[in-house]
């Protein structure tokens, strides 16, 4: 059995604090200063904001190594652990554990990792539930010989690298579609191969949107999509809440997703995605908009990937003045938008391609999913004395 000791029997731990923001002379120097919204990087490799020399001596802030190990306190990122790998000085939502002669950076940082959930769980407040400095010092870890801290750690670290690895071949493969759409269609907002354009309302039977209420929501009972369940080229249906029958059914008189439609998102942070639709069974919606384009000069793909690409997001928003942290495109918006229509013979070739890259990422993730489960076994067994 692994001794257990308190975090601040053998290292320090020092919270950062902030210049004050009406000093100019204080800020966009070269010294880095995160806040616990960078914690997200979890390997901490780059600083969205600067300090200077003056705002370090002004303020209550500090420096800390490379290699230093920190936790978030509060908020939504409370027991969000990142990894410094170099020096940085940082906000008062975030305490740094520094390096030491008796442990192992990285292995603190993959045990903090691993008892997140208790963190969490211990927290404290209404709102913005936290921690405090004093908590994170009396942290209890298992704390084996170097030798083992650093072996453990670096059976970890090969986890992790071949789960990144299959993440950055999922990235390529999605980067392939955008590259093969823009080979085959060129740039939609320009459309320098001078395609056909049609008003959305011209090309679809039908355009409409889920309900605006707010059903009770049930564990069980018919899939309720609504923006949040919408990413680019995918509806996440399995992580669905769901309505009663009845609710269903005086949601699906109005908005009636089949096979194939086109779900878009047009309102919020979410504005402006598109996914096909690829269940069969029934499902409710709400505050997303529904495509029934005409198949026979639209491929769904097609449509997709174009709703999807970046240069016509930008395009819309422009267009209808859409901005600020509540987007939105109202239906009779959604129904005017100017869209490309090339021959539906080389939008089918589009999709078969995008099919075959389709097939390739399902293996992929697959790895993906093999690659994170024995992450996370290994996680967990490193902890128990397992990996000794």
């Keep these: 059995m692994i001794k257990e000791v308190t975090i601040d029997s053998f290292t320090s731990v020092i919270t950062g604090g902030t210049p004050s923001t009406v ?20 390997i901490i490799r780059k600083s969205s904001n600067y300090i200077t020399e003056s705002g370090l001596k002004n303020s209550s802030t500090k420096l800390m190594p490379k290699d230093t190990v920190l936790i978030a306190l509060t908020g939504t990122t409370t027991g969000k652990v990142g990894y410094l790998t170099f020096e940085a000085c940082a906000n008062q939502s975030v305490t740094g554990i520094l390096p030491s002669e008796y442990h192992v950076p990285k292995y603190l940082y993959y045990y903090l990792n691993s008892i997140r959930k208790k963190v969490i769980s211990d927290a404290y407040g209404g709102a913005q539930p936290h ?48 590259s093969i759409f823009l080979d085959m269609f060129g740039d939609p907002v320009k459309n320098e191969k001078g395609w056909k354009t049609e008003i959305l309302k011209e090309v679809c039977a039908k355009i409409t949107d889920g309900t605006h209420d707010t059903p009770q929501r049930l564990t069980e009972g018919i899939k309720f999509i609504t923006g949040k369940h919408i990413r680019p080229f995918k ?56 495509l029934k384009y005409n198949r026979k000069i639209l491929n769904g793909r097609y ?74 076994c290994l996680l967990q067994k490193a902890f128990k004395g397992e990996l000794i």
């Design 235 to 290: 509806i996440d249906y399995e992580n669905s809440d769901y309505v009663t029958e009845e609710i269903h059914q005086e949601i699906f008189r109005r908005c009636n997703p089949e096979f194939g439609d086109i779900l878009y998102t047009n309102i919020g942070v979410n504005f402006g995605t598109a996914a096909m639709n690829t269940v069969e069974y029934e499902f409710s919606m709400k505050n997303v908009a529904l």
């Design 131 to 178: 921690i405090s400095q004093a908590y994170v010092k009396k942290i209890k870890v298992p704390l084996p010989p170097l030798e083992t801290q650093k072996r453990i750690a670096q059976i970890l670290d090969d986890a992790v690298a071949l789960r990144d690895k299959t993440e950055q071949l999922i990235r390529e493969y999605d980067a392939l579609a955008q």
């Design 23 to 42: 000093k100019e002379e204080y800020w966009n120097g070269d010294i880095p200063w995160l806040n616990s919204g960078e914690l997200q990087q979890d």
């Design 303 to 376: 449509l997709e990937s174009l709703l999807n690409n970046e240069n016509f997001k930008d395009r819309l928003k422009r267009v209808f003045g859409v901005g600020g942290a509540q987007q939105f495109l109202s239906l009779s918006n959604i129904k005017s938008i100017n869209v490309l229509v090339p021959p539906i013979n080389l939008q089918n070739q589009f999709a078969d391609k995008i099919a075959l890259i389709e097939k390739q990422k399902e293996l992929a993730k697959q790895e993906l999913k093999e690659s994170e489960d024995l992450f996370n």
